[in-house]
């Protein structure tokens, strides 16, 4: 049973930086394009970042280039997300998923989604 876990949110002043974690299980992490959603208040969720099995490609929304940065680790079946420069309209339920295949996906997609973690900007 795949089970996906998120860590590493918190409450943070704008401008600050927190880093994400999302630890997998239950099948081959390696060969699985991972991705980073979240979903604010009363609005729908929303793409933030993905990366490639291979580690070759990665794609962001526009609002987060610059700041985000995806990457991962093969060896310790971990996804993460380095959110520098925060802003408050980053506040947000962040939730990481997994892909079926090595590419990136579509948003509907991706087969698998962790419980989420709390991420909170104060201005």
């Known amino acids: 049973q795949v089970q996906l876990v998120e860590s590493g949110g918190g409450l943070v002043q704008a401008g600050g930086s927190l880093r994400l974690s999302c630890a997998a299980s239950?099948?081959?992490?390696?060969?699985?394009?991972m991705g980073w959603f979240r979903q604010a208040p009363g609005k729908e969720r929303e793409f933030v970042a993905a990366?490639?099995?291979?580690?070759?490609?990665?794609r962001y929304t526009d609002s987060v280039k610059g700041r985000f940065t995806i990457s991962r680790d093969n060896a310790k079946n971990t996804v993460y997300l380095q959110m520098n420069s925060l802003k408050p309209e980053d506040t947000a339920v962040y939730y990481c998923?997994?892909?079926?295949?090595?590419?990136?996906?579509?948003?509907?997609?991706?087969?698998?989604w962790g419980q989420g973690t709390q991420v909170t900007v104060s201005s």
């Open positions: 998923a997994q892909g079926r295949t090595p590419n990136i996906p579509r948003a509907r997609e991706y087969d698998y």
């Open positions: 990366i490639s099995g291979s580690h070759l490609s990665t």
């Open positions: 239950g099948r081959t992490f390696s060969n699985k394009a």
